[in-house]
């Protein structure tokens, strides 16, 4: 990817437990919230290159009464504050069988970060660690990148449009900055 590509993207989207911070699940806590090695950097450099980044997480634990809106908000004003501010915060609420349009795979979290972000869904990039992330881009006409970490099973690296070894190596794609390109 050259630098006039970097200029096509509109923004970069990224999936929040095990992408940008460690997963634990259904955390409440903020206490509990730790920056992912290379995730502030990997921000930083996005943000020095005037593109607006984001977080699209499913949060079910809302939906199944494990913890509340306030919980999910306080956990990503941590997050926030470790990870140097995102320009957008995108949730799904709801348990896995809601139906939803948000929840990922669908494309609803990606749809309204971008709009709220005022950037075409296709201007986007989604960098997650998990295949629901890759597909919920491709569902929403975004790009998607796969950062496989331990819970990232192998038919989902295989299937995934584009990979990266790590955060920071997908941002440094996205920036021109790394051999490999995008999807």
């Known amino acids: 990817m050259t630098p ?22 259904y955390n409440g806590d903020p206490a509990l919230v730790r920056a992912l090695p290379g995730a502030r950097r990997a921000l930083d450099l996005l943000r020095g290159a005037g593109i607006p980044v984001g977080v ?6 809302v939906g199944r009464g494990l913890i509340t809106d306030g919980d999910v ?7 926030d504050e470790l990870l ?6 995108v949730y799904c609420p709801h348990p896995p069988d809601a139906g939803c349009g948000c929840r990922k795979p669908r494309p609803g979290l990606v749809v309204e970060a971008a ?9 986007c ?9 890759v ?20 038919e989902e690296v295989e299937a995934a449009p584009g990979t990266a070894p790590d955060l920071l190596t997908a941002v440094r794609r996205i920036l021109g900055e790394a051999p490999g390109g995008l999807p």
């Open 4 to 25: 006039q590509d970097a200029r096509r993207v509109g923004a970069v989207l990224f999936d929040r437990d095990g992408t940008l911070v460690e997963d634990v699940p």
């Open 73 to 79: 908000r306080r956990v990503n004003e941590r997050a």
């Open 135 to 154: 597909q919920a881009a491709r569902a929403a006409g975004a790009r998607g990148v796969l950062v496989p970490n331990a819970v990232t099973l192998p």
């Open 115 to 123: 709009r709220r972000l005022g950037v075409a869904p296709a201007d």
């Open 56 to 61: 699209v997480s499913n949060q079910s634990g």
């Open 125 to 133: 990039v989604v960098i997650g660690d998990i295949g629901a992330d």
């Open 84 to 89: 140097g501010g995102l320009d957008v915060w």
